[in-house]
């Protein structure tokens, strides 16, 4: 069975204390990796495609990694704007459609 | 913002009813996919339409189904509610039928009293 596992469930940083996230995954084939961030109430915010193992991507303090089991999304020198939870999901050669199977998340806290 | 509208926004029913969740497109993107967020569950697929055709289902009970019309918008149609369908409610869209991401809509939260 496909499946997707984040941890921590829960990280708390102090303000510009780098750090990493972590996404396993277990699926019949990747076909794409998908890293969203949600705030309270809100819809998950699409931030990074990853594709193929040694894929990397980055946007302002995010940058996100590929390996054959796993990704990592880091945080360097975060802002307490970066408070969110963020969401890992992918994309299973088992099925031909689009639809995305989600980790539980890992809800970050960070403080000034 | 994503460019995906929902609504209602937010939703309070008794148990037994029937309500239907609407969904608004990005202009072009012609999948639209159901999401269903609980505390416990997590995000979960419940189904997938595909310019008009159902391309995919997932854990989507048979008091759920769903439809997307030819303008491309689509509804959620959940009936005899129970309280533990008490959720939040997603759409998203995707340009094509299969890889590639997708872009979410705000939700709508349901309570079901």
Redesign the interface.
């Known amino acids: 069975e496909d499946q997707v596992t984040q941890s921590p469930e829960a990280l708390r940083l102090q303000e510009g204390e780098s750090s990493s996230l972590n996404c396993s995954y277990t699926v019949s084939g990747l ?2 990796l ?1 890293w ?1 961030r949600q705030d309270p ?6 931030l990074f ?1 990853l594709y193929s193992a040694g894929e990397e991507k980055e946007k302002e303090r995010l940058k996100a990694t590929l390996t054959k089991k796993e990704s990592f999304l880091h945080i360097t020198a975060p802002k307490p704007e970066d408070s969110a939870t963020y ?1 890992c ?1 992918v ?1 299973a050669s088992s ?11 890992t809800t970050l806290q960070v403080k000034p | 913002d ?1 460019g ?1 509208t929902q609504t209602p926004k937010h939703l309070i029913t008794a148990t037994g009813q029937r309500v239907t969740l609407r969904c608004s497109p990005r202009s072009g993107d012609l ?1 639209v ?1 159901w ?1 269903q967020q609980s505390l416990d569950q ?4 419940l189904i ?1 339409y595909y310019n008009g055709e159902e ?2 289902k ?1 854990n989507i009970l048979e008091r759920f189904s769903a439809q997307q019309f030819p303008d491309l918008h689509s509804e959620l149609n959940l009936s005899s509610l129970e309280l533990g369908d008490s959720a ?1 409610y ?1 759409c ?1 869209n ?1 340009l ?12 709508t ?1 349901l309570t079901v009293t």
């Not at chain 1, 099925?95 to 998340?105: A, D, E, M, P, R």
């Not at chain 2, 997590?42 to 697929?45: D, K, V």
């Not at chain 2, 094509?96 to 939700?107: D, M, R, V």
């Open positions: 076909r794409g998908f969203y109430g809100k819809g998950p915010e699409f495609t969401l999901a994309q099925s031909n459609t689009g639809k995305l199977i989600f980790g539980q998340g | 994503s995906v999948s996919y999401y997590g995000l979960q697929f997938q391309r995919a997932g939040l997603f998203a995707s094509a039928g299969g890889l590639g991401e997708q872009y979410f809509g705000p939700g939260r």
